[in-house]
């Protein structure tokens, strides 16, 4: 099952246990403009899916949300890798701002090898990683 959620839904904790329980799989951030993905320029190839990362979580309700929390800036909270990264160059809040950003949770019994999975495809693809999954 697949489901797209915006993340800065006041109500995002109860919508992913609603749909997913305490259930995980792989997610994807991504940004919209006026409900239309943001494509993003890529080594090889344009990404017009707009992944900005991709990332796994045994439970939603656990990764995403720490996800959210490092992202809102009401909130005060590092402990998520891309949300540290996204945090670290405001030139990227501007092009791609909270509140425009969305999750896509595809569930699955197995996160680990389904995010090797998106990510060797997405690297095959565009010839690197999604942006905010890139190293520094």
């Keep these: 099952m697949t489901k797209e959620f915006h993340l800065s839904d006041d ?3 109860d919508k992913i246990f609603e749909a997913f329980e305490d259930k995980g799989g792989v997610y994807k951030l991504i ?6 993905i943001k494509s993003v320029g890529r080594f090889l190839n ?3 899916n707009g992944v900005l990362y991709i990332g796994k979580a045994n439970s939603y309700l656990d990764r995403v949300i720490g996800l959210k ?3 809102d800036p009401e909130m005060k ?3 998520h890798i891309c949300g540290r990264r996204y945090n670290k ?3 990227i809040g501007k092009q791609f701002p909270y509140k ?3 999750i896509e949770l595809i569930g699955d019994s197995n996160p680990e090898q389904k995010e090797k999975e998106e990510l ?3 690297f095959e693809e565009f010839g690197e990683v999604p942006p905010l999954n890139a190293n520094g």
Excluded at 31 to 36: A, M, S
Aim: glycine content about 0%; some cysteine; proline content about 4%.
């Design 11 to 13: 109500k995002l904790w």
């Design 89 to 91: 160059n405001k030139r």
């Design 120 to 122: 060797d495809k997405y």
């Design 31 to 36: 940004c919209k403009e006026d409900n239309k």
């Design 77 to 79: 909270s590092e402990p």
């Design 69 to 71: 929390k490092t992202i």
């Design 46 to 48: 344009t990404d017009l």
């Design 100 to 102: 425009n950003l969305f």
